[in-house]
């Protein structure tokens, strides 16, 4: 086999990590902002929830966590198919890393705009979404960047619980050919451009949010 | 059995017990591969680091499209080609080195940025002064930049070795015998993987826990000023 | 903020639901159309061909006897050898079709067919067999010696038997690494003698060893009787596939396979005459 007929499959294996990747990355950040503003609550059991949530996912390996959901949680009974398994696995790793982020950000707003929003009788949550969020998301934005590319790398461990991504093709091509060189260049330069491509995305969304939200229009206008 | 302790699968906390010399083993090896790896990272990310700022753009260029290219692929597939490319040159490195070369590689990409980092924070002021005084790069390197880099570099740095610590059960799947390979190992055996993943885990937190804590330690008692070398 | 928090985790929540389901019955397979069998890529006895379909000693029988029972899709998952049983039992497949071998230790976790197929051991070393090694117990006298073993399979346990130190067992997770470990950091890989000789087909600088000695434990010379697994709780289907089986092992396609994989007549004749209780008891 010539390297060009190697890209067939790596090609279909970038496609799986390419969707495990967003969807994790999506699911994390959701999960991040339900965590990092529970961190802050101040309800003492949703803080010690997600305290407890943070420091888990933050303290124990990746690969410990994705084996222990797809092989130990199974002989309790709980079983999920290897996708749903790496999926959800990654979004709750990126989601206590990214929770972490967001609080950080939450709390980095100056505590003027607290007593502001108090002075003018807003609602917390109201001041939550309406003048501390837009000002602290964009200073999550290029953390948030970091964390999209660190899950794009963790994305590679998933090969491992049997799921088909570009590093478990590019290890059965191995297998076959044993042309080691030739097969993982091409798969370091795979996940190179797709880290590219992943760091042009969320500095067009992070362009995006600057342009917009955090800037709220001049009152007189 | 393993390395001569034989586990106990009557109840779970004797089958917990039972297998805790045997992870203990897999800890040492943990921190070893930790250890050398980390020290690889330093070093190779001073180095990375220096070259950055050489005046010959051929290198400078080089090396920062080499560290952004280690930064942004998986250790996974690094250390793969690691482990089976370079015994096609001709050079067999034991796993555990092979897994620790992984580990520090990928590594120096994130500390060259830190050290990085810290030589521009120096004032430029700093960098003028020396050059009127007459200063040599060793002396100006040896006695201006490092001792002041130190403090703002140990937090960051000091992430990073945590971080490493949580990466090492990758190099499980290179044959390498820590913690994670080891629980495998027990739990393909034994057929229960609940308990020995439970255990590998539980390890994990408080020695990531104590980590973080030391570096925090180190952190403070650091005087913000810089530390002088000689 | 609350709200939005429960509705959050009320997602989360929803997203978790699934999961479990009950045994396994003939009927409902036949109603899906297709079943899902597992094998660990080990050639001859269960591997993925480069366009994804599986062939093999197990997995040509299984599409064969499938095909009796009326089931004519059969779809295949490759996962490592050691995670075939956890596998099974986590229910990612219905069945495992790598010709492991029935002992009593596998027995207790998981249902076993009749045998389908008989074996001895073998070691691949490199070419020219510079340690001169003629079975297992030749690498426990030299202690600086390094011998590879999948992870999962029996042959550790042979290699102990014979007093093979822990320290010098590599454990390699499948046995497509076995030509690259054995050309540069093992002396020696321990693997069924079918396995070894489609590697050293495969491979430049190794061979098969031969003659080679069966490793000798508790008084008898090693055998290994392959069989498929099946869950204890899909009884229905386990009894289905189980009854088809020894039916298609007395027909002529069935002798076809089996040899055209290098298996000899008289170890499908060992198979044939051993039963599958006899072998969960250890006899």
């Known amino acids: 086999m010539t390297w060009i007929q190697y890209l067939a499959p790596l090609l279909k294996g970038a496609q799986i990590t390419i969707v495990i990747s967003?969807?994790?990355?999506?699911?994390?950040?959701?999960?991040?902002?339900?965590?990092?503003?529970?961190?802050?609550?101040?309800?003492?059991?949703?803080?010690?929830?997600?305290?407890?949530?943070?420091?888990l996912f933050r303290g124990t390996p990746l690969l410990v966590q994705l084996f222990w959901f797809y092989y130990a949680?199974?002989?309790?009974?709980i079983s999920?198919?290897?996708?749903?398994?790496?999926?959800?696995?990654?979004?709750?790793?990126?989601?206590?890393?990214?929770?972490?982020?967001?609080?950080?950000?939450?709390?980095?707003?100056?505590?003027?705009?607290?007593?502001?929003?108090?002075?003018?009788?807003?609602?917390?949550?109201?001041?939550?979404?309406?003048?501390?969020?837009p000002q602290a998301i964009i200073e999550m934005m290029p953390a948030f960047g970091n964390l999209a590319i660190q899950n794009l790398k963790d994305t590679a461990l998933v090969s491992l619980i049997s799921i088909a991504d570009?590093?478990?093709?590019?290890?059965?091509?191995?297998?076959?050919?044993?042309?080691?060189?030739?097969?993982?260049?091409?798969?370091?330069?795979?996940?190179?451009?797709?880290?590219?491509?992943?760091?042009?995305?969320?500095?067009?969304?992070?362009?995006?949010?600057?342009?917009?939200?955090?800037?709220?229009?001049?009152?007189?206008? | 059995m393993m390395y001569g302790y034989e586990w106990d699968t009557s109840s779970t906390l004797a089958f917990a017990t039972s297998i805790l010399p045997i992870l203990g083993i897999g800890l040492i090896v943990t921190l070893k591969a930790a250890a050398v790896g980390y020290a690889i990272a330093l070093v190779l990310?001073?180095?990375?680091?220096?070259?950055?700022?050489?005046?010959?753009?051929?290198?400078?260029?080089?090396?920062?499209?080499?560290?952004?290219?280690?930064?942004?692929?998986?250790?996974?597939?690094?250390?793969?080609?690691?482990?089976?490319?370079?015994?096609?040159?001709?050079?067999?490195?034991?796993?555990?080195?092979?897994?620790?070369?992984?580990l520090g590689l990928q590594y120096s990409a994130y500390t060259s940025e830190v050290y990085r980092g810290g030589i521009n924070a120096?004032?430029?002021?700093?960098?003028?002064?020396?050059?009127?005084?007459?200063?040599?790069?060793?002396?100006?390197?040896?006695?201006?930049?490092?001792?002041?880099?130190?403090?703002?570099?140990?937090?960051?740095?000091?992430?990073?070795?945590?971080?490493?610590?949580?990466?090492?059960?990758?190099?499980?799947?290179?044959?390498?015998?820590?913690?994670?390979?080891?629980?495998?190992?027990?739990?393909?055996?034994?057929?229960?993987?609940?308990?020995?993943?439970?255990?590998?885990?539980?390890?994990?937190?408080?020695?990531?826990?104590?980590?973080?804590?030391?570096?925090?330690?180190?952190?403070?008692?650091?005087?913000?000023?810089?530390?002088?070398?000689? | 903020m609350h709200k939005t928090l429960c509705y959050g985790i009320a997602a989360l929540a929803l997203a978790v639901g699934m999961g479990g389901a009950s045994a396994l019955t003939l009927d409902e397979v036949k109603s899906a159309g297709y079943v899902q069998g597992a094998t660990a890529?080990?050639?001859?006895?269960?591997?993925?061909?480069?366009?994804?379909t599986a062939a093999g000693i197990g997995p040509d029988v299984a599409i064969a006897v499938f095909k009796r029972m009326g089931i004519n899709e059969v779809n295949w998952t490759v996962t490592p050898f050691g995670t075939l049983i956890p596998g099974l039992k986590a229910r990612r497949f219905a069945f495992a079709a790598a010709e492991q071998n029935i002992s009593p230790e596998r027995c207790k976790q998981v249902t076993f067919t009749e045998p389908n197929s008989s074996y001895g051991e073998g070691l691949l070393v490199k070419k020219g067999n510079p340690k001169k090694l003629t079975t297992y117990a030749d690498i426990a006298k030299d202690p600086s010696l390094k011998v590879a073993v999948v992870s999962g399979a029996n042959n550790i346990d042979f290699l102990r038997a014979v007093g093979v130190k822990d320290n010098q067992i590599i454990i390699i997770q499948a046995n497509a690494d076995a030509l690259s470990t054995v050309q540069t950091r093992a002396d020696a890989y321990a693997a069924t003698?079918?396995?070894?000789?489609?590697?050293?087909?495969?491979?430049?600088d190794v061979e098969q060893v031969k003659p080679f000695t069966d490793p000798v434990v508790n008084g008898k010379p090693v055998r290994n009787y392959g069989g498929f697994a099946f869950r204890p709780e899909d009884k229905d289907l386990y009894d289905a596939f189980n009854k088809a089986l020894v039916e298609f092992r007395k027909t002529d396609d069935y002798k076809k396979i089996l040899t055209s994989y290098g298996l000899s007549e008289e170890s499908i004749k060992a198979a044939a005459a051993k039963n599958v209780a006899d072998l969960c008891a250890g006899k």
């Open chain 1, 22 to 55: 967003l969807a994790s990355i999506a699911l994390g950040g959701i999960i991040a902002f339900v965590a990092g503003i529970a961190r802050i609550s101040s309800n003492p059991i949703l803080s010690g929830i997600a305290f407890t949530y943070i420091a």
């Open chain 1, 73 to 77: 949680l199974p002989l309790i009974g």
């Open chain 1, 80 to 133: 999920f198919d290897p996708i749903t398994t790496g999926i959800m696995t990654l979004s709750l790793l990126t989601g206590a890393f990214g929770a972490e982020v967001v609080r950080g950000a939450l709390l980095a707003v100056p505590p003027a705009q607290h007593e502001a929003a108090r002075a003018l009788n807003f609602s917390k949550s109201y001041t939550l979404w309406h003048i501390s969020m």
């Open chain 1, 166 to 221: 570009l590093t478990f093709q590019a290890q059965s091509l191995r297998n076959i050919t044993l042309d080691s060189a030739t097969v993982y260049t091409l798969t370091l330069l795979g996940y190179f451009i797709i880290a590219l491509f992943l760091m042009f995305i969320m500095r067009f969304i992070e362009m995006k949010l600057r342009r917009g939200a955090a800037f709220p229009r001049d009152a007189h206008s």
């Open chain 2, 45 to 102: 990310g001073l180095v990375l680091a220096l070259l950055r700022r050489s005046r010959v753009k051929a290198v400078s260029w080089a090396v920062a499209c080499f560290t952004e290219f280690v930064r942004d692929t998986p250790l996974l597939v690094q250390l793969f080609f690691l482990y089976y490319v370079l015994p096609d040159f001709g050079i067999v490195l034991p796993a555990f080195m092979t897994g620790a070369l992984a």
């Open chain 2, 122 to 230: 120096i004032p430029r002021g700093q960098w003028e002064a020396a050059t009127a005084l007459n200063l040599t790069r060793l002396q100006l390197y040896r006695d201006i930049v490092i001792p002041q880099m130190i403090p703002r570099i140990v937090p960051s740095l000091g992430n990073y070795l945590v971080s490493m610590l949580k990466e090492t059960p990758v190099l499980s799947v290179v044959t390498v015998l820590d913690m994670l390979g080891l629980a495998n190992i027990i739990g393909e055996r034994t057929f229960d993987y609940l308990v020995p993943l439970s255990m590998v885990g539980l390890i994990f937190l408080p020695l990531t826990l104590t980590c973080s804590a030391l570096i925090h330690f180190i952190e403070r008692i650091l005087p913000k000023a810089g530390i002088p070398l000689r």
């Open chain 3, 41 to 52: 890529n080990e050639v001859p006895y269960g591997y993925m061909k480069e366009d994804g």
């Open chain 3, 193 to 204: 003698e079918l396995t070894v000789s489609k590697l050293a087909e495969g491979g430049k």
